[in-house]
């Protein structure tokens, strides 16, 4: 079973992406900012990182350049939720070493194909 | 469902003021009775929650005499009245048989729980309604207002009481003091 | 797969309105003349996230609406705009706009969208206006986003329907691509996913073995891909990786395809063929795009009314030590069943002592777990303090006052209903203050008073109760003023004698207050009665201090009966009490130079350059103690009403939160005690009321304080 950090600080989007990878069988882990998914993603292995981009404390491109920073996540997928799909916060997320993104609004299905793409 | 209540089975063919009638003028009541100062007293079995050994209470302060305290009861606070100091009788020192009656009441501010420290718990009648006669004795009448009648059962007489105004008399609370 | 999104609904509701409420005190304390991009990054990523959830869950409207606001607050984070006060009151209408436009959608209704409609213009003609450098890229954003795709794709010219022909590839990741987590074989399997593929690994940017990297990408290749697809199809397979991989996509005729296979054959292995899926494959991905996410936010909207029960639940939002400390209780109470379990298993008498003490840690352990649930009731009194700072603000511009709030206590904890049902009146009362009290900057200058007038919400426990109260610094009530009225409307005869706090408190009768009514504020509907009668029926009280000229106080005292205090316990004699924690100022051990005794009879000790009263709390509460003397035990230095005094105890034990549990529920109240709580052991300690002591010993405190002004 496929490991996931969910990151996302809106606790609904959170509900929503635990519930869909859940339930497609994905063992999900959440964080609230992305110092809490760093921390996690330090003491657990994943195999796919989800963040969304504007959180608090530490943003997804600075999680990211973190994350990209351990040996563990030099080659880990990572995928941001954007809302900002057109422009420098998508270049950002790139340049940090993002894999690549999903633009908000997305349904659950959608969801789940891009990270089925990813882990299959 | 009627035949677990016989009373009510019997009543099924009146109206309801007839099978109240006949419930109210035939009908038994069961009492649990305690014994204090070698008197024997009833109190009304369905309002009887539990009865458990004396425990420490906590003090209010500068309350009656014949409040012992508040005990824990499953997490609400119930006093305990010492009723031999309510009703004026010698006290005693409480023992490992002391118990405490819990009790439910209607007060005329809500209906409350009461825990009462008896010398010991003694037994369960069923007396009828016109099996109850008043209390003859008018002579105390600091206790009269707890006394609903007097009945004899086997061949003894058991004070029935009315404990509905157990706490909310400031003046039995003078009188005890004084006295 | 399909996914209910509506479980999903309250949560986003919830965390909107608070992305709303911290956007709204962000707002207001927003000064355009310095702004710090740490608070204007706070309100943003409130209204993102608003926005994103909106979108995803189905509400377009709230999502459009958003839109245009983050729009300007982007303009104002990457300091693409000055900040101006306009722009500022334009967000904070925007706020409420989108607080009603959630509440109906929460309710179930369909929302009124004539505001939010009619701000969005206002909101499009303020972007375009003034001097913006170019169009943001958030509206570049919305345009080209993901849910246009799908109608480019049906009109693209592009559109390749026959199969005579296929799409060729090449594909020249940078060498560092799989350091992103993309993997090119993963792109390549997904346009396997599109139709037929032939790929040829080419191998000609291979470097000797001793240099190879093998963190690096040397490897490109050539794709064949047979599907009767668009480009944009294809391009968005690449879409992760376009921009640092070279991406060449070229629809070939079959007579081509020959040429182009025959000359790569020369020199690149031929890979392999994958197996297209089905052709409807390539049409699933589009469907989803165009129809589900309009259909289904249509869809979640019709539903509504059927789910109403759902929506109408309510939740609370607990404070994660409160979850954590019940996390803890429930794991004790596995532990103790796994006790009980194992007595049970193979039980004999020698076990008793045992099992007795295993159902002594259960009681335990359930009541303080019954205690726990209990504090999950209980919220600060923030949550309905916070909405006072734009009202007032808003309130204040209207009249043209100038007024100041202060806010205290706001962590004062009181059960939710009952928070819940103080709103409105507090409301109105805090109106009441900005509207009749506090006086215009002039008249407020001609008074000698600051130009600037004075709004105070506090709150604190007492006793128990929760007092709330709403000062002001204004005019105050005048009695003759209100006898006037109240002769005029009837309520008093002309000859009848009442002292002032009567006339003042005549404001609470319904025939004056409504008769009064007249203010477009304070009069909207409601008077003082109907706040007094909304108080009493939470079981409160209001009270009301007032002086002409220097202000007027409300004191609303409601009870809480679930409330918890963190507690100070001590020891007096063989009895446990409870002070509350927050009247205490200090603990000192009394050395004998500290005391004096004043009138005889009343100690005073010197705190500093104070003197406080001691009162001996055994006397008090008639219980032996175990110290009589003051240089013997502790004297706890607490405060009530602006009024010190020591209290002698025997000793200070343990500091924790408690539970208090009314005296009256099964008893009566008692003067000094605001109730009682159940200890960690099962027995009953006493929380004292400060308050109600300073009371039983007022008139001895009094005497003392008198002495002691006489004697200085």
């Not at chain 1, 882990?29 to 796919?48: P, Y």
């Not at chain 2, 997490?75 to 023992?95: A, H, S």
């Not at chain 3, 032939?198 to 240099?211: G, I, K, N």
């Not at chain 3, 000698?448 to 506090?458: C, F, I, Y």
Request: hydrophobic share 40%; with cysteine; glycine share 6%.
């Amino acid at each position: 079973m496929s490991k996931i950090l969910a990151a996302d600080d809106s606790a609904s989007m959170r509900q929503m992406v635990t519930f869909t990878l859940k339930g497609a069988g994905f063992d999900v882990t959440e964080a609230v900012d992305g110092v809490d998914a760093l921390s996690k993603a330090k003491s657990g292995a994943f195999d796919l990182v989800l963040s969304d981009v504007n959180m608090p404390n530490m943003d997804g491109i600075e999680l990211v350049k973190n994350l990209r920073a351990l040996p563990n996540y030099k080659f880990t997928p990572i995928l941001m939720l954007t809302t900002e799909s057109g422009t420098d916060r998508k270049m950002a997320g790139k340049e940090a070493g993002a894999t690549g993104w999903i633009v908000k609004p997305f349904n659950p299905e959608q969801l789940l194909s891009t990270i089925k793409r990813v882990l299959d | 469902m009627t035949t677990q209540n016989p009373k009510k089975a019997q009543a099924t063919d009146m109206t309801n003021e007839e099978a109240q009638a006949l419930v109210e003028s035939h009908g038994e009541d069961q009492y649990l009775t305690f014994v204090m100062d070698d008197e024997e007293y009833g109190v009304d079995i369905l309002s009887v929650q539990e009865i458990r050994g004396w425990e420490r209470a906590t003090k209010i302060p500068n309350s009656p005499g014949y409040l012992k305290g508040v005990i824990n009861l499953r997490g609400t606070i119930v006093p305990i009245v010492d009723l031999r100091i309510k009703f004026n009788l010698p006290k005693v020192d409480y023992t490992p048989v002391t118990v405490v009656i819990v009790l439910k009441l209607n007060f005329e501010a809500g209906e409350r729980t009461v825990g009462i420290v008896v010398d010991a718990v003694s037994d369960v009648y069923s007396i009828g309604e016109d099996e109850l006669k008043s209390s003859p004795d008018v002579s105390n009448k600091k206790n009269s207002q707890f006394i609903r009648g007097l009945a004899t059962v086997n061949e003894k007489m058991v004070i029935i009481l009315e404990l509905s105004k157990l706490l909310d008399d400031d003046e039995i609370i003078r009188n005890i003091d004084e006295n | 797969m399909s996914i209910d999104l509506s479980q999903f609904h309250q949560v986003f509701f919830e965390e909107s309105f608070e992305g709303l409420d911290i956007m709204e005190s962000g707002l207001l304390e927003l000064s355009p003349d310095a702004v710090n991009s740490d608070d204007i990054n706070t309100i943003f990523r409130a209204a993102h996230s608003i926005k994103g959830g909106a979108g995803t869950f189905g509400f377009q409207l709230v999502s459009d609406f958003t839109h245009v606001v983050e729009t300007l607050l982007d303009q104002y984070r990457a300091g693409s705009r000055p900040v101006t006060q306009s722009g500022v009151d334009l967000i904070l209408e925007s706020v409420d706009v989108l607080r009603a436009l959630l509440q109906d959608l929460q309710a179930g209704s369909s929302p009124d969208t004539s505001a939010s409609d009619a701000l969005k213009k206002q909101f499009e003609i303020f972007l375009s206006a003034e001097t913006e450098p170019e169009p943001s890229s958030y509206s570049e954003e919305q345009s080209s986003s993901q849910r246009v795709t799908p109608t480019q794709l049906e009109s693209n010219p592009d559109s390749a329907g026959s199969d005579s022909g296929h799409w060729a590839i090449v594909f020249k990741p940078s060498a560092d691509i799989v350091q992103t987590g993309n993997e090119p074989f993963r792109i390549i399997r997904e346009l396997s996913e599109l139709g037929t593929v032939s790929v040829q690994v080419q191998t000609d940017r291979l470097p000797e073995f001793t240099t190879l990297d093998p963190e690096q990408i040397f490897l490109y290749w050539h794709i064949q891909l047979y599907a009767s697809c668009t480009k944009e199809v294809v391009l968005e397979v690449f879409e992760w990786v376009i921009d640092d991989s070279k991406v060449d996509i070229e629809w070939v005729t079959d007579q081509e395809l020959v040429t182009v296979v025959d000359n790569q054959q020369t020199e690149s292995t031929q890979e392999s063929v994958m197996p297209a899926t089905e052709a409807i494959g390539i049409d699933t991905v589009p469907d989803e795009t165009t129809e589900n996410q309009p259909g289904e936010s249509q869809k979640s909207m019709d539903s509504k009314p059927v789910r109403a029960a759902a929506v109408e639940t309510q939740s609370i939002r607990v404070s994660i030590d409160k979850i954590d400390s019940l996390i803890n209780m429930v794991g004790e109470l596995v532990i103790t069943q796994s006790m009980l379990g194992q007595i049970g298993h193979d039980f004999s008498v020698d076990k008793l002592q045992r099992l007795q003490e295993g159902l002594m840690q259960l009681e335990q352990n359930t009541r303080e777990m019954q205690e726990s649930v209990m504090r999950i009731r209980m919220v600060p009194i923030s949550f309905t303090f916070s909405r006072f700072p734009r009202l007032v603000r808003d309130i204040a511009k209207k009249l043209g006052k100038k007024i100041n709030l202060q806010l205290l206590g706001e962590n004062t904890e009181l059960d939710k209903t009952v928070m819940e049902k103080i709103g409105d009146p507090l409301v109105h009362m805090v109106r009441n203050s900005m509207d009749h009290g506090i006086e215009s900057p002039e008249q407020r200058l001609a008074h000698g008073k600051p130009a600037e007038g004075q709004l105070t919400l506090n709150a604190y426990h007492q006793g128990g109760y929760i007092v709330i109260e709403i000062s002001d610094d204004g005019k105050g009530i005048d009695p003759q003023v209100i006898r006037k009225k109240a002769i005029q409307n009837g309520l008093i005869a002309e000859d009848e004698q009442l002292s002032d706090q009567q006339l003042q408190e005549l404001i609470f009768h319904p025939g004056l207050s409504t008769a009064e009514a007249v203010s477009d504020l304070s009069g909207r509907g409601v008077g003082m009665d109907v706040v007094k009668r909304n108080i009493q029926e939470l079981k409160g009280t209001v009270e009301l201090v007032s002086k002409v000229g220097e202000g007027s106080l409300f004191r609303i005292k409601l009870p809480l009966t679930l409330s918890i205090l963190d507690g100070q316990l001590l020891r007096l004699g063989d009895e446990t009490f409870v002070l509350p924690l927050t009247s205490i100022i200090e603990s000192i051990e009394v050395r004998r130079e500290q005391v004096s005794t004043v009138a005889g009879e009343t100690d005073v000790i010197v705190l500093r350059d104070e003197y406080v009263p001691v009162v001996r709390l055994y006397e008090v509460f008639n219980i032996e103690p175990v110290n009589k003397s003051l240089f013997d035990g502790i004297v706890v230095v607490v405060e009530s009403a602006n009024q010190k005094i020591g209290l002698h105890v025997d000793d200070l034990l343990a500091q924790q939160q408690v539970v208090i549990k009314s005296l009256d529920t099964n008893y009566k109240r008692i003067e000094g005690l605001s109730g009682a709580t159940i200890l960690g052991d099962g027995t009953v300690a006493l929380i004292v009321d400060i308050a109600g002591l300073l009371n039983i010993v007022g008139d001895k405190i009094d005497q003392t304080s008198v002495a002691m002004k006489t004697a200085s």
